[in-house]
């Protein structure tokens, strides 16, 4: 896909890959950067334009799909646009007609900011440390 200007990045990767499709992808050596929402949390990796494509997210806990959440929406389309180095940034949410209102309602109201690291930092500190 690199020679194309694409590159993918997920979990399922090797370290060592997922580390080549940053750098690839920071360096401009690639344009599109296709990952999953995690990337948005774990990697200071800028973008100019980031799509969010579906809102759907298998949550095993509940056995089926849950919508991603605002913070999770707000921290990928933070990817995008960064002051360092971009004048502006563009984010597109793409989502079903039925969660659209929803997603359009938590973006024009301020939601609170509430940390989930607490109950989860175990398994934090082991990702870190694996």
Known sequence: LAPWGLTVHHAGM???DRGLAER??????????CC?????????LPA??????????YDPQRGGHVDVSMLD???IFGR???????????????TSGKALPEYL?????????ESC??????????????
């Open 36 to 44: 999953t929402a995690t990337l948005a949390w774990g990697v200071n």
């Open 48 to 57: 100019h334009a980031v799509i969010c494509k579906g809102t759907q997210v």
């Open 73 to 75: 929406v707000l921290q």
């Open 117 to 130: 690291l607490v109950p989860r930092l175990a398994d934090a500190l082991n990702a870190e440390i694996a």
């Open 24 to 33: 690839m992808f920071a360096s401009g050596a690639v344009k599109v950067l």
């Open 80 to 94: 995008a646009g960064r002051p360092q180095f971009d004048d502006f940034g563009e984010a597109t949410l793409l």
């Open 14 to 16: 090797s370290r060592a």
């Open 105 to 113: 309602r938590k973006l024009a109201r301020a939601a609170p900011i």
